[in-house]
Structures are given as structure tokens and as C-alpha cells.
């Protein structure tokens, strides 16, 4: 009996390996409407609130206090062959409400504090009416989701007068549920679903910066973050039975540089950024129930280091001494990181994101609201199985993966 268990477990979970952990940490396009709209990852223009998410160096620009609120929907979709070879079936239509509040402070006028709590990464997917085996795993739920909330609590301190070096500490929660089953095609018993939930609280992530603001026009940011690995807890249910599980995660290093030009009265501003994330570092999703051999539910991912480049203009129109609106349009690109020859439905498939986005924004006084789109998308077609270990080339289908998102971002800033 055990053995036939052991079996159910191994394909469950070789079924949706990788879960998005390994490359759902890093959105693409992230907070602040005037970022997001030129393109995301400007670390070069973060001098506000949200200099405790993107550099927290930059916060030694904030003239005495800044506040900032986002809201931003993230809606998605995606494609993949489930259950059999081209067998395309569509994800439920999945809203991530991602959020962003910060607010930052100077308490001498070399040193400023900061303080900041968002998700990092709020997503997964769902299929709804899956047919795992003719008998009595029918027209169930297949769904992952994927939940990381951080708070960063945040330093910086003015070196000259144009440079400043910061640094935030980041605490986070995540949390990881999974329902799954065995498909029939895999020629093994059936029988059996899988519904894991894991999670914990860690306080080991560091974020480093430095920044150069306005040296004839332009700015340059730098900021680094350490890798951090995770260790979540919790139980998966098998056969109805809670088994006690432990996921292993890695949070990659990540290095992020970018520089930005004002120009024409100030009005104009161009910006550039590239950021490098060592994701060559997840080899495997590393699960381990206990009463199983670790090798049974690690499985191969073989991600590939991701880089990705952020380019875009806004225009700022004055229309009083203390009105103005702006306009901001950008482009993102993502190279691909995750392994074609383990797909998965719920993760971004092997091939490079392309992203467009836009947006405005219109100022009152100390005030500041915002308002970004952005429209983005990759597809893949998986042709060949990995197959180590041997048995996981019975829970990879090939076909068409892909992936669609449109992104809005709302802020709210105040500063004085």
C-alpha cells in the first residue's frame, strides 16, 4: 500500500513542479503609476515612497516626508496542454490585488528612515473541470497559488550632497497551497489528490543601495539583494490523510542598475534600467513529505540566470505654479528563465516576455495621483520531455504554453 502511495505522491507532485516560487518572486512591471508606465524597474527615479521597495538609497531625496498608496490588479491568464499531449485547455481569468504602502522621513538631514509593506509575489493559476482518470477523480480543481507579502523597514544616509547609500531589511510571510492529482495518462493507479498548504514568516532578507541624484541631469541608482533560502512548513493531504511537508525556497540574488536623464526644463525625463537575477541557482523544487525519500518529490527545474532590461520617456506639462499633469509611455523585456524541457501549466513558460505600458498622472499642491497600463505576454512550445529522473517524462505534455497579463496601477503620493 505504501508503495502504491509513494508512486501517487511522486507523480503529484512531478505533475506542477516549480509552482511558481522560483519565478513568480520578481513581478515584471511593479509599483508606482510613473514607473510602471515607463516601462518598471526604474530604480533611478524611486526619490519618494517607494524608495523602500525599488532602492532604498533614493530615500535621502524625499525633501522631509513622503506617502504613497498603490493599488494595482493584476489579471492573468494562461494556456497549456493539461492531462495530454496538445490537449490546450485555458486557466481560470486570475486577479492578483497586489498593493503598495510606504511612507519615508528625515530625521537629520543627512538621514532619512522608511518604512514599506507590499507583496511580492500574489499569484498562481487554476483549472476548473480537470478529468484526472475515468472514475472518481473528475472534474476537479487543479490550482496553485503563491502568496508573499514583505515588510521593509528601511535606512539611508546622504554621503555628499548628490550620493547617498541606504538599506532595507526585509521580513516576509509566504505561503504555498497546491491541489493536484494523478492523470490516467501517466499509466499509473489513480485515486489520489494531493492539497498541500505550507507557509512561514522569515527575517533574513537584505536590500543595498546606492544613488546619484541630478548631476547635471542625470541620476543612476544601484541596488542589491541578497539571496535568501526559505523553509515553509504545513501538510499536504493524501488520500484524506494529513502527511507533515516542507518546502524548500529560494529567494535568488538580484542586482539592478539604472539612470535617468531630465531634460528641456526638466519637463522631459528618459530613463533606462537592467536588472540581473541569479535564478540559475533553482536547480529543483525541493518538497519533502515526511515518510517519503527526499528524491521522490525533488524534482528538476534547471532555471537559467534572468535579465531584464526597462526603457522608457514621460513629459511633464505645467499648467499652474503647483498644478501639473504628466505622460508617460515604456517598454519591458524578460529574457526566459524557466526550462523548456519541464513546462508547467502555472509557470511562465520558456520564452522572453514583452511588455507595453502607458500612462499619466496629474499633480495638485503636495498631492499626486497616478494611473498605468500595461499589456504583456510570452508562448512556448515544449517539443521534447526531461527526463531525469526517469518517471518525470510521464508528467510533461507537450504543446503550446502561454501567457497573458494586463496590469493597472493607481497611486495616491503625498509629499512636503
Known sequence: MKKSIFGLVFLSTTCFTGLGFAGGLDLTTTYSSRISAMGGGHISLATDAHAPYYNPAAMSFVNRFAFTANFFPLIYQNEAPVGADDALKKSKMSVAPLFYAGAVYRVH?????????????????????????????????????????????????????????????????????????????????????????????????????????????????????????????????????????????????????????????ERLTAAVSYAFTQNSKITFDDTQITGFPPESTRQPLQYRDGHSFYAGMDYRHPLSESRSFRVGAGYSLDTAVTNKRYPSPVLPPDAAYHGANIGGGYSFGNHEIGLSVNYGGYSSTTTERGTDPAPIDQTIFLGKYSTRSLGLVLDYQMSF
Open 109 to 265: 538631514d543627512r538621514v532619512h528612515l522608511g518604512l514599506a509593506v507590499y507583496p511580492t509575489a500574489l499569484q498562481g493559476q487554476s483549472y476548473s473541470g480537470v478529468d484526472y482518470n475515468d472514475n472518481d477523480l473528475q472534474d476537479l480543481e487543479l490550482s496553485i497559488r503563491l502568496m508573499r507579502i514583505e515588510i521593509a523597514p528601511s535606512i539611508s544616509v546622504r554621503l555628499l550632497e548628490k550620493l547617498s547609500a541606504g538599506a532595507s531589511y526585509r521580513i516576509g510571510y509566504t505561503q504555498y497551497d497546491k491541489k493536484a492529482g494523478v492523470f490516467a495518462s501517466t499509466g499509473q493507479p489513480g485515486g489520489s489528490f494531493l492539497d498541500t498548504t505550507v507557509n512561514s514568516w522569515d527575517a533574513k532578507g537584505f536590500k543595498f543601495g546606492l544613488h546619484l541624484e541630478d548631476l547635471h541631469g542625470f541620476s543612476l541608482g544601484v541596488s542589491y539583494r541578497l539571496q535568501q533560502k526559505l523553509t515553509l512548513s504545513g501538510t499536504t493531504k493524501v488520500a484524506g490523510t494529513p502527511i507533515e511537508t516542507k518546502q524548500f525556497v529560494t529567494i535568488p540574488m538580484r542586482l539592478e542598475v539604472g539612470s535617468s536623464y531630465r531634460f528641456w526644463n
